[in-house]
């Protein structure tokens, strides 16, 4: 079995409904082995180490690397001895993914005088512009200056900077509505078509749009679709267990499927508390601000969870998106009357 060095793995996070091990995309258990490193040895990690010095991992002995916003955290001068040492550990026909906030789709919104409002929300609470450029303030507040962003990156730069540190084939693509870099770049000189096949398994979105020339591509679309039908009609029939496995199904394919995370969402709500719930609820608004659906059922899951301190900024945000003002004045009025039977 093929391992990936997990860099930066943080604690280990076992999702609720499979209760497996999450795992990067591309990178599913059947098939790898995870080897986690981390700076902080509280997470538990397998190798306790730093980007710019993995002395304990050997050369040559992992097949790939995922790195999930950490290269931000290095001064500029250490990006080149980190990826130096992301490519010492590689074998020779290994690949490392890497992903980081795109700093041309953050400095969009500082350019419209947003640099302190909420662009998204993550597990953590809001994000603002501010955070994203240079760490998320409350951790860092707390004595936690590991959160500091200390370089950035545009998507030209990113893989500017790894083609100059040796790799030979590289690909990305931004996201800006996610506020997002991903990069995979692989250690030899590999046809285009297998760049291109790593890039579909394990990049969140294609670098190029397959749903206008490729039909296997049409054909999982429609076959999501289909899935999806059969999940919501058994959700609405009461046949829980039979949606709960239809929308996993889904979500094994795309893990950032807005309606198939609000389905489970509402599941776990109803068989276990709204707390349980809330990670898919969150992936649901990120995937689609648009549906005001999601912002209520996800603001009414943190009030039933008692997380009550960042619903005000959920509420602002929701308003830039698809949440309707007298919708959110509504939402309000229930936090008011929540706090004051407190």
Known sequence: MKTFLHVGCGPLYIDPVTKQPSRPQGFDLSSWNELRLDINPAVNPDVVGT???MSAVPSGSVDAIFSSHNIEHLYPHEVPIALAEFKRV???????????PDLQSVCALVAQGKLTEPAYISPAGPIAPLDILY??????????????????FTLNVLLGTLEAAGFSKVVGNCRPNYFDLWALACV???????LLNLARQHLPEQPFDLTQTNPVAQDMQQAIQDVLVLAQTSQRDGNLDEAQSLFLEILNIEPRH???????????????SAADALPRLEAAVEANPAVEQYWVTYVDALMMSGITHSIADVLALG???GLKSETAQALAGELAELLKSK
């Open 51 to 53: 980007m710019t010095d």
């Open 90 to 100: 590689l074998r020779s026909d290994g690949f490392v993914v890497i992903t980081c």
């Open 135 to 152: 760490g998320h303030r409350p951790p860092m507040s707390q004595g936690n200056l590991y959160m500091s962003h200390r370089c950035g």
């Open 188 to 194: 030899s000189n590999v046809g285009n078509e297998q």
């Open 258 to 272: 807005a309606e198939a995370n609000y389905g489970l969402g509402l599941i776990e709500a109803s068989q276990k």
């Open 319 to 321: 308003q830039l998106h």
